[in-house]
């Protein structure tokens, strides 16, 4: 069954670093997400895309994020500067394969630490 | 502003049946969805209700009534593996099938045998 991959599972960093988190959607979805989860906490939209353009943004994604589909498979969540706060699990999702309702399809994460 | 509510924690028996409540008030409503997380691990679908009415699926089933806001999942012959986090998460735009989800904070299920 096709399934969203992330890379790394877990990444260390220091505070001011940049980061760059990498998901690879279902192969024949369009439409792909950025989330994030702070320990203990819900589930946040971050970012949609579609079509190689930002569809829709939250408050969270200021100018310190950025995400690009630098080819056919990847797309990417870069994090400039770190802060301690970005610190979460952050979650690729895809969908909009043929038919369905639209439901996202969520990667297995990478859990971000800024140390 | 966007709202969902569900219960912080719930406990029930194996092999038993469990309701999840869920209300919501967003700014649009284009389709409600269940999800499952086990700890530390990503959300897996479950089921999606846009029309009032039941969904079934199994044994998990959900319900949407729009007039009241108000979702429930219903989990049946209850298995230990069935312990995790439920999330409910509307998506609120309508802008097509596509728009990002809202989720509420999700309830926790702990399955004892």
């Known amino acids: 069954e096709p399934e969203v991959t992330q890379t790394p599972s877990h990444q260390v960093t220091q505070m001011g670093q940049e980061v760059i988190l990498r998901c690879v959607p279902i192969?024949?979805?369009?439409?792909f997400y950025w989330y994030r989860q702070i320990l203990g906490q819900k589930v946040e939209f971050l970012v949609s895309?579609?079509?190689?353009?930002?569809?829709?943004k939250s408050e969270i994604f200021d100018d310190q994020f950025s995400v690009e589909r630098p080819d056919g498979s990847n797309f990417t969540l870069k994090i400039r500067s770190t802060k301690l706060e970005d610190s979460a699990m952050y979650f690729c999702?895809?969908?909009?394969?043929?038919?369905?309702?639209?439901?996202?399809?969520f990667g297995p994460g990478t859990r971000l630490t800024v140390t | 502003g966007q709202n969902i509510d569900q219960p912080t924690e719930m406990t029930a028996t194996e092999g038993a049946i469990v309701q999840i409540n869920c209300t919501y008030q967003?700014?649009?409503?284009?389709?409600l969805f269940w999800y499952q997380q086990h700890a530390g691990e990503a959300p897996t679908f479950l089921s999606y209700?846009?029309?009032?009415g039941l969904e079934e699926k199994g044994r998990f089933s959900s319900f949407l009534s729009r007039s009241k806001g108000y979702s429930y999942l219903l989990l049946k012959e209850l298995q230990m593996k069935d312990s995790a986090s439920y999330l409910c998460?509307?998506?609120?735009?309508?802008?097509?099938?596509?728009?990002?989800?809202?989720f509420g904070k999700g309830t926790k299920l702990s399955v004892k045998p």
């Open positions: 895309f579609y079509n190689n353009e930002i569809s829709e």
């Open positions: 999702a895809s969908s909009g394969g043929p038919g369905g309702a639209g439901e996202q399809y």
């Open positions: 967003t700014s649009g409503f284009n389709g």
């Open positions: 998460a509307v998506r609120a735009d309508y802008g097509g099938s596509q728009g990002n989800l809202i």
């Open positions: 192969s024949n979805h369009l439409y």
């Open positions: 209700n846009v029309l009032d």
